[in-house]
């Protein structure tokens, strides 16, 4: 039987950009053994299969998979499936702003959605959870070592390493300037002492170079290597931001650029609500394009 699948250039507005992702559009009959081995073909960072929602009030139902594993949420996943849902709808001529809820394993998610082009899109999703703290941060000094840098590169305006999640775990690396976020690569053999196991980390700077982004990131971890857009990790750097940058209370959105050095641009839409000095609601936003369609053939 054929399967038909999407690939959507993610956290980007134009194609060969951004981070990359495949859809199959119709995934009633498989099993997780099979989803797996689809996501092992396809070999990008996250598969998505969409199914019947559990609930019929709700749009769909997704299960994420990595070529190895499984997630129970992720974020350019989530923005890139709502984009394409949202183009669907345009398609069946229910009009191009759309809001409806999805579902993973982490939990239901609300999406709005923006038709801006017969195959782009903007789509922003409510965070399921907010970031909360996910352990003891590595050393200063065993961080640097696993990222190939020098102690003195870690750290700026008050932002220490630090460890949040926000349905998966990162560790949160401030860099102190834009070239020494370049120079950062991954050591694998002492990745695991520093920290606590193959745990992907996103380094940021405020350094930018762009007037119109916040700050500038990388995500690293070995097995992966390096992934162009982290919308989950965004999340998780929420926690960061309130524990540190202590932002007023209203309304907040951070621009983040992810994947300059590996040559995928990306920006992630970081939203913040605060209130009485309490992170009390947060989104993640992007664009996204559609680049590729085709059918699987499976016996």
Known sequence: MSRLYVILDVFTDRSLAGNPLAVVLDSSGLDAAGM?????????????FLLPADDDGRKARLRIFMPHKELPFAGHPTVGTAVLLGLMEAVAGKGREQAFEIEETVGVI????????????????TLPRLPKTAGAAPSVAGLAAALGLEPADIGFDGHPASRYEAGNPFCLAPIKTLEALGRAKIDSSLW????????????????????????????????????????????????????????????????????????????IELGLTVAGGA?????????????????????
């Open 110 to 125: 609300a999406c709005e959605t923006k038709v801006s082009g017969k195959r782009s899109g903007h789509a922003r999703f």
């Open 192 to 267: 695991p002492a520093a920290f606590g196991g193959d745990i992907g980390c996103f380094l940021y700077t405020r350094e930018t170079g762009d007037p119109s982004v916040a700050f500038r990131a990388r995500m690293l971890e070995p097995g992966i290597g390096e992934d162009p857009a982290t919308g989950s990790a965004a999340a998780a750097f929420a926690g960061a931001v309130m524990a540190f940058e202590r932002p007023e209370d209203g309304d907040h959105v951070l621009r983040i650029a992810q994947g300059v050095e590996m040559g995928r641009p990306s920006v």
């Open 36 to 48: 797996q081995a689809i996501a092992r073909q396809f070999n990008l960072s996250e598969t998505v």
């Open 279 to 299: 992170l009390v609601s947060a989104t993640i936003g992007g664009s996204a394009v559609v680049t590729a369609e085709g059918a699987l053939f499976l016996n």
